[in-house]
């Protein structure tokens, strides 16, 4: 599986594709980390792995699988949200204990034959909007988990998602894997930096987040309440972006059943396997009398 380094080189970041262990030990930013300066956004990027490794998922105590990859389409920024307004802590949602799994744990009244699409890791500018045009042709709703960085870089993109009434979500502002690995502080700035990040691309003010690789902690559900979202994940997950095949995404995708949570990308990586697939699963999928909503 494809792993990424990120650092920062004479002020820039770069971007390293390889083999990378994670150390137990987070590096602790250099200074003070305080979201919403400048001095705390490049304090997050310093010394930190990001992307591209492995994190366990399961929603029904199968055996953990190892989740989503990501190597993203435009360079990682994470001083994009210096300046920008500061997220409202609202402390309106009450902190859980696990992720939701199923549509009808967020949705109670959705239609019981429901289901979600979800698609995480973008915008991007090549394959989002293909998405985009395939999800009008067939009337479908999705929920698009949007990272920060790339949101700040495309955000004619995350204005269209918005327009075509989609819901877009927080999923951190540099895809950072393990997220609980990090500190407290750092969680919460990659949750508070992307959410401000989001809205000032053209986006309604996020209410779900959803962690990278489906990796959970006390510290990321109390971050992710405090800026009042809901954490998601899913129980339907066809691995797209290891581009197993169109044929296996689409054996892994038609097997949804009703309140299934279907988990897709349109960033990170070169996505027409998974457009491929969406082109005859999302019309057979209604064929079979299944309702698509936004959660």
């Known amino acids: 599986m494809p792993r990424c380094v990120v650092?920062?080189?004479?002020?820039?970041?770069?971007?390293?594709?390889?083999?990378?262990?994670?150390s137990p030990k987070i590096p602790q930013p250099r200074r003070r980390l305080l979201a919403w300066t400048a001095a705390g956004a490049a304090s997050?990027?310093?010394?930190?792995?990001?992307?591209?490794?492995?994190?366990?998922?399961?929603?029904?105590g199968a055996a953990p699988e190892p989740s989503d990859s990501f190597s993203p389409d435009a360079p990682i920024n994470p001083s994009a949200a210096a300046g920008l307004p500061s997220p409202t802590a609202t402390g309106t949602v009450a902190a859980r204990t696990k992720p939701v799994f199923k549509v009808h744990d967020i949705l109670p009244d959705a239609p019981?034959?429901?289901?979600?699409?979800?698609?995480?890791?973008?915008?991007?500018?090549l394959y989002t909007p293909q998405l985009l045009a395939l999800l009008r042709k067939y009337d479908i709703q999705a929920?698009?988990?949007?990272?920060?960085?790339?949101a700040h870089v495309h955000k004619d993109v995350i204005r269209q998602i918005a327009a075509d009434g989609h819901m877009v979500a927080n999923h951190t502002m540099t895809h950072p894997q393990p997220l609980s690995k990090r500190t407290k502080a750092q969680i919460e700035a990659e949750?508070?930096?992307?959410?401000s990040v989001i809205v000032d691309a053209g986006a309604p003010t996020p209410t779900?987040?959803?962690?990278?690789?489906?990796?959970?902690?006390t510290e990321i559900f109390a971050a992710t309440a405090k800026y009042g979202?809901?954490?998601?994940?899913?129980?339907?997950?066809?691995?797209?972006w290891s581009r197993p095949?169109?044929?296996?995404?689409?054996?892994?995708?038609?097997?949804a059943r009703p309140g299934d949570i279907l988990l897709c990308h349109d960033g990170g990586g070169d996505r027409t396997q998974t457009l491929e697939s969406l082109k005859t699963v999302l019309p057979a999928l209604k064929a079979k009398g299944f309702t698509f909503v936004r959660l």
């Open 245 to 255: 095949g169109v044929a296996q995404i689409t054996q892994k995708l038609m097997a």
């Open 7 to 22: 650092s920062s080189v004479g002020g820039g970041i770069a971007i390293k594709e390889g083999p990378v262990s994670i």
């Open 229 to 240: 979202m809901i954490p998601i994940d899913w129980d339907v997950d066809p691995r797209d």
């Open 191 to 195: 949750i508070a930096n992307a959410q």
């Open 44 to 60: 997050l990027a310093v010394g930190t792995l990001a992307g591209c490794s492995d994190s366990s998922h399961a929603s029904n």
């Open 112 to 125: 019981s034959d429901a289901i979600a699409l979800t698609i995480d890791d973008g915008p991007s500018p």
């Open 208 to 217: 779900l987040f959803r962690s990278p690789g489906g990796d959970w902690s």
């Open 143 to 150: 929920t698009f988990n949007v990272i920060g960085s790339q």
